[in-house]
């Protein structure tokens, strides 16, 4: 089992940066991708940016210019630099682990960007 907590949500006003974590602990092997995603209210969860295996970053074209997805090996951390955040940006955040062993997400943290 892996358990994913994030950390970092909150409350910061249009073009303000914030720093999201996604601490993982449990059984962590065979990785094949590591994300953020988001749910804003009446809408579907969507991509926000990934690392699969080898390293490699893929963000979606709405996404690409201000997310930064990053990875600390040592501490089973991935982080998710938000920059000149919009109110539309406003939404739950969430990480997912993609392992052999399955598919994990944490709990979410709500990231609101308003005046």
């Known amino acids: 089992q892996v358990q994913l907590v994030e950390s970092g949500g909150g409350l910061v006003q249009p073009g303000e940066s914030l720093r999201l974590s996604c601490a993982a602990s449990?059984?962590?092997?065979?990785?094949?991708?590591m994300g953020w995603h988001r749910q804003a209210p009446g809408k579907q969860r969507e991509l926000v940016a990934v690392?699969?295996?080898?390293?490699?970053?893929n963000y979606p074209d709405s996404m690409k210019g201000r997310f930064v997805i990053s990875r600390d090996s040592t501490e089973n951390t991935i982080y998710l630099q938000m920059n000149s955040l919009k109110p539309e940006d406003t939404a739950v955040y969430y990480c997912?682990?993609?392992?052999?062993?399955?598919?994990?997400w944490g709990q979410g943290t709500q990231v609101t960007v308003s005046s």
């Open positions: 690392i699969i295996s080898g390293g490699i970053t």
């Open positions: 997912n682990w993609v392992l052999l062993s399955g598919n994990y």
């Open positions: 449990g059984t962590i092997s065979d990785m094949l991708a």
